[in-house]
């Protein structure tokens, strides 16, 4: 038995693949005018910004902001350096628990979690050479002791977390963690050098 033949309908395109044959169809016409829409307004953005420079980049956006905000951040650290004379450290245990987080992530790998001292000093006795006032500690953390190769925390900490971590630093006085490092006037001078 014969296949009847068919007409060829005129939506479909002469080729196929695998028996299956593709269809000439229409694009919607909503479609067709979203897409010269987007065209129309990718060439005036393209006028505007980078033919014409009416408009700002967003790299000179972004240096703007990035100016803008040094600017209040160098405002919020030097009120709070004005007045490190008058502060206390804070007895909010929450306050301290933060400052023992930050501790514990930046000042540990120095330190020691419990303050015993690595690379950098004891904190845990009464000796200290940068000063015994919780000012003089904010100090420290604020402007570091770049001679010793402690880091200045002033660009990378926030005024809330210099003064939690002081005052968390603050705790660790008098403390007696096991085999803590020696006071750093009873220290032997080092005679190796480094070349």
């Not at 030097?78 to 450290?89: I, N």
């Not at 930046?106 to 200290?128: F, I, K, M, Q, T």
Request: with cysteine; net charge negative; aromatic share 10%.
């Amino acid at each position: 038995m014969n296949d009847p033949i068919r007409p060829k309908d005129p939506l479909l395109l002469d080729h196929e693949a695998d028996g299956i044959q593709e269809l000439d169809n229409n694009l919607p016409r909503w479609w067709v005018w979203l897409f010269v829409l987007c065209v129309i307004y990718a060439a005036g953005y393209l006028v505007y910004y980078h033919v014409l420079n009416m408009g700002p980049l967003s790299a000179a956006e972004y240096a703007k902001e990035s100016r803008e905000g040094e600017a209040l951040k160098n405002a919020a650290q030097s009120k709070f350096e004005a007045t490190l004379s008058g502060l206390e450290p804070s007895k909010d245990p929450i306050v301290v628990a933060q400052g023992g987080k930050t501790f514990g992530t930046y000042c540990a790998p120095c330190h020691r979690a419990d303050g015993g001292g690595l690379v950098g000093p004891n904190l845990c006795d009464d000796y200290w050479i940068h000063g015994t006032n919780f000012s003089d500690n904010l100090k420290v953390v604020i402007n570091g002791v770049p001679e010793k190769g402690m880091l200045t925390w002033k660009g990378v900490l926030q005024p809330k977390e210099i003064y939690s971590v002081a005052s968390y630093i603050y705790t660790l006085r008098g403390t007696k963690p096991p085999n803590p490092k020696p006071r750093e006037d009873q220290v032997p001078a080092s005679t190796e050098t480094f070349e």
